[in-house]
């Protein structure tokens, strides 16, 4: 029993115990009183006293460590062998040592006072002197940084605020200190004003947690067996100039339109390191500054479509009726010699040959899916990509040819679902509901606009229902297997009903796709703020900015469209009418929060 008025040790205090029932009360210096178990305290001196009193200053620890270096001592021993007595002020100033712990310590597992090793000691005081180090370079780089100069070396302390504001860590202890709120915009906000970031960094990507770089996985060997030759065949495979993974090409044999798809499911296997990869990427990511593939670099190198002589495809022969629906479908792995063409050096070829045919198919099938309540959005686009450290922005020309293979690859997406429909084939069909009715839209782009706003999500599932928004009572994304993954997936099930294997099952599908989808939505929102991001760096340039927006939603402040920059924001115009043209001057931008500021240029 701790007797009243003994010294103990409690919590890394001294306190004089008093006992109260089964508690002891505890005077603690500058503290409220407390009650706590006997068990909680340790005993230093048992007393009588009437204070707590002060440690003794003045012991030789140090050569009471020398002396006894790796033994264990009793209290009353070590004071003995420090001060030539036992007493309370020299009981405490022993304890206290021992809790400093760098010649003397107390362990739950060793009862006493333990001297410890001459290489422990070492080690320990080597630490401390880093620790030291350590705090006196922290509070330095602290100092410098309020006033935004930083010095070599202060990486360290950089890296934990940057990986902050990357969204790499969820929490950095640092922030408080330099007065910073635990928000990634307000540190972005932050290293940009300190000029440690420059418009160039996009931490959009890394937010969203995207892949920075292509898989380094191996592919499986070469699959030509039973490849149909259709060499002989005129393929284009038309895009945008800058495109560099051509995944799909049209024919026309003069009766059926052919689609020649990349076929780099013939070496990514299903449930291979590199279809598992592809599922968790879900897509390329596309940013301005550059692709991040969802395949391996050499899938691109071995089934990218007129890259090489003659590509490996997965073709698609359609037969159409009249009226252009869908008569007889049929998927062939091939081989075929592909043309690539941009839209404007496929244009002239719209006047005569195959390409006028595939026109004039174009044509007839648009005007049906339109029948059928197809949705056409037609929104004037840009091109929003990095020169070498230059954000540039550019109109995308509309070409006859490209509303062409839109055409033809809707026309593929519907072939290949009823294709495995015909079949009982589970396949990742993709729907659309109809649209909300709104009743009467406006016209002009504020009409484009009012329709996007009416649009609802598309789905993805092994059941087969109508795609609304297309037009068409069947549907799968079937023509991009090297950039998303629910095509490669309809390719896997093609390959597999096509070599006689067993194909997937309704509930493989649905949790294929359901673990890819969580990971597209994070690259279209990474794509769609790295997008914003250097528009704004563009922007942010060019202080004083002019140019034209069109009015495309009531309200004060009015949400304008401004075609040059791809960019929809709210000006304050006072009564503006819907598809009024507006001359804007920017204002300011705000690259952390990912805003922009304008005013009527008159204003």
Known sequence: MIPNGALVFYKGKPALARNSGDKLELSIPGAPEVKVRPKDVELLHPGPL?????????????????????????????CELVFGRAGPEEALACRLEALEGLRFRTEEAHPGFRAVSREEREKEAARRARKETEAADREAFLARARKGLFEPGDERFLGEVEAFALGATQKARILGDLGLADKPEAVHAWLIKTGRWTDAVNPWPVRFGTASRAPDLELGPEDDDG??????????????????????????????????????????????????????????????EGSVPMLPDSALERFGLGLSGVSRAL?????????????????????????????????????????????????????????????????PEVRVWVDSGEPRIDAIPEHRSGAVVREMMVLAGEAAARWAFDRSLPFPYYSQEAPQDAGSLPAGLAGEFAKRRLMKAGMAGPQPRAHRGLGVPFYAQFTSPLRR???????????????????????????????????????????????????????????????????????NPASVYIPGLGMETRVRLGGTELNATVSLRLTGTDLARQEARFETAEA
Do not use: C
């Not at 599922?279 to 940013?287: Q, V």
């Not at 008569?327 to 070829?349: F, H, M, N, Q």
């Open 50 to 78: 009437s204070r707590v009193p002060e440690a003794r200053p003045d012991g030789d620890f140090e050569t009471a460590w020398e002396m006894s270096a790796g033994e264990t001592l009793g209290l009353e021993a070590l």
């Open 227 to 288: 490849r149909v030759d259709l060499t002989g065949l005129e393929a284009w495979a038309i895009d945008n100039a800058w495109s560099r993974d051509p995944d799909d090409a049209v024919s026309f044999d003069g009766r059926d339109v052919w689609v020649h798809v990349a076929d780099p499911a013939s070496a990514v296997l299903p449930g291979s390191p590199a279809d598992r990869e592809a599922s968790d990427r879900a897509a390329t990511l596309y940013l301005p």
């Open 315 to 379: 073709s698609v022969r359609i037969s159409l009726e009249p009226d252009g629906s869908v008569r007889e479908a049929e998927i062939l792995p091939t081989l075929v010699k592909v043309t690539r063409l941009s839209y404007g050096g496929a244009d002239p070829l719209l006047g005569s040959g195959p390409l006028a045919e595939l026109d004039r198919i174009a044509s007839i099938r648009s005007e049906a899916r339109t029948a059928a309540g197809a949705v056409d959005i037609s929104i």
């Open 485 to 555: 993954y629910s095509d490669l997936l309809a390719h896997h099930q093609v390959r597999a009903v096509l070599a006689g294997r067993k194909p997937l099952g309704e509930d493989e599908i649905s949790a294929l796709l359901g673990r890819a989808a969580a990971a597209a939505a994070l690259i279209r929102q990474a794509e769609r703020a790295s997008q914003l991001h250097w528009t704004l760096a563009f922007l942010g340039r060019r202080p004083g900015w002019t140019g034209e927006g069109v009015v495309v939603g009531t309200g």
